[in-house]
């Protein structure tokens, strides 16, 4: 303020003495002079304010540093997500190592709107920049991959800068993981209606026609009320496969302490089996070793894990008339089981093996089979009562036992569904 004053002095000190000047020195012109020293004056006058005001913006501008400090840095690096620190003209000033790595790498010293072209981040770091405030948004990235961050702009403040933003803190958290569950989870809710719904609309149809049309009809009235029964079987296959994935993913995170042979699981499925089996036409085969095959499992789960491998192979496999069911003893260095090895128990791992000789699985489904609702062929699941659940709880429970299942399958030439356990040592055990 003082400093426009005294500026306004000057110009108004300079104008009285042109004017004085040429009224002394010719008194006719002094009204005329007066008058053009007046115009000059409001003239300049105006001019002076936005003058001061730049000049006050190059000396705030000068104290700006033009870098980052050290410890601003070492805040970007200690934030675990992709940091970048912009000056007030939006030029990248820093990025932190992990943006290099997420990112394809922002140039220091471009605008950070040259690196990431999509009109939400240049609209967020716009609003902060001109309110000076944090803004936040969601980004999706969706080349090269579907990628969801949550993207926050925050003005940091500074005293050297009297309170003006020196830089703008822009950080990506990645929310990819949280959208995915939350799709899957909504996919999930939908697939199960949709399988409830199914028989449940059957079973509503058959009532209304016994009520009807069908009342006095003893012969339709048996065959409907099968169908009806079977149509109730199915759904509560169905809600009893959802109740073991949810207790199953209740316990995901309890690794299971019991000690169990797995040659004890093997006989047991074979045996509960054999009925569904014969009634199929196929034969299941065992290859144990003849000592125990001990690993760290719940063996009720185990059994659920094999029943559902030798059920599906005897069920899509039937074509082929024969189930193997293998079980190996694997050490460290030979992973092949010719050795004298078999049934001693030694270090290392055991490997089951549940072999069809059906129709086989084409290599494009092979990834997706243990995905919850996945079906080869939906209409061939529900003719041999599948719920499309079997393979996503097998996955799910031999992920708790820190393992997973493998496939190897050519089509017309069966399917192997493998699962290897690392075994128990006969030393740690005593
Ligand atoms: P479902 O209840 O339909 O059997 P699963 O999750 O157990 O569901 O299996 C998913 C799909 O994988 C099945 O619908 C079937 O298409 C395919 N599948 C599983 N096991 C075999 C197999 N041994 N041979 C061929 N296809 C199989």
Redesign the pocket.
Known sequence: MWSRLSETGRLALACLAVAVGVSIHDPARAVISALIAAVVFAVFAALIPSTVARQERVAQQAQRPLWPDNATKAVAEAFGHPVYILDPQGNVRYANQLSTQVFSAARVGDPLNFSFRQPEIARLLELSMKNQERAVAMYHERVPADRWFLVSVSPVLSQVTSGQPSWFMVTFIDQSEIKRAEEMRSDFIANASHELRTPLVSLRGFVETLQGPASADPQATKRFLAIMLEQAERMSRLIDDLLSLSRIEMKAHLRPREEVDIRDVINLVQRSLENQAESLGVVVNTDLPSGPAMVRGDRDELVQVFS?LVE??C???QSGGKVDISVSLLNEQNSSDNSGTRGVGSAGSVEVAVR?Y????AAEHLPR?TERF????IA??RQ?Q???????IVKHILARHGTRLNVSSRPGEG?T?SVKFPSIELAERG
């Open positions: 559902n599906n192979a069920k899509y496999g069809d059906g129709p086989g699985i089979l996945y079906r080869v062929d061939d699941s041999k599948g719920t499309g659940l079997g393979l996503a399917a569904f």
